[in-house]
């Protein structure tokens, strides 16, 4: 089972990578960061998602610093994803060892970093992946169709605003460094 999540992890690395190094790059999720319900900081008015959203930055504050999220086994899986129009995901980095059929909001598999003026990574989002049989949900969000075939993805802009709002693939104020 390790073997094989390992093989489509790194099979889905290498096609999202070969898509961003592409002008114009990658759409590594279904969703658009457009339209969504979550356009607005709707997230404030729903218990759940609020207590996600501090799970998220409590359990992420350590890793806003990318050393400390590679030291902890985080390791870059694509380059800067970005939607012309649409706007950008960032630097995705993942722990293998938790990309797997369950959700834990304490153990985000994906941290998504975008380089500050300086030039220095820092942390803009956390990303669910999850490869259950069905689309799972989280404090009432259904994740969308993931990077992968066979995988689920929810992203929470946890350390940037999104103006598409706070659950939205991307965010349209970012842009890949060229």
């Known amino acids: 089972m390790n073997r094989t999540r390992t093989g489509l992890l790194s099979a889905a690395s290498a096609a999202v990578l070969a898509l961003g190094v592409a002008p114009g790059a990658a759409v590594a999720h279904g969703g658009s960061g457009h339209g969504d319900s979550d356009n607005s900081d709707d997230w404030r008015s729903n218990d759940d998602q609020r207590r996600l959203v501090k799970t998220l930055r409590d359990v992420t504050d350590d890793y806003r610093w990318l050393e400390n999220a590679e ?53 803009v989002a956390a990303e669910f992946i999850s490869t259950a049989a069905d689309r799972p949900e ?41």
Not at 148 to 163: E, K, M, T, V
Request: aromatic content about 12%; some cysteine; glycine content about 10%.
């Open 71 to 123: 030291a902890d086994g985080y390791r870059k899986i694509t380059e800067c994803i970005d939607k012309p129009g649409v706007g950008a995901m960032g630097f995705h980095y993942a722990r293998q060892d938790l990309i797997d059929d369950k959700t834990q909001a304490r153990k985000p598999e994906v941290l998504v970093y975008m380089p500050d003026e300086d030039g220095q990574y820092e942390l």
């Open 138 to 178: 989280l404090a009432g969000l259904d994740f969308e169709d993931g990077p992968f075939p066979g995988s689920y993805a929810l992203h929470a802009w946890i350390w940037r605003d999104n103006p598409d709002g706070m659950f939205a693939s991307y965010n349209p104020d970012l842009s890949c460094p060229t």
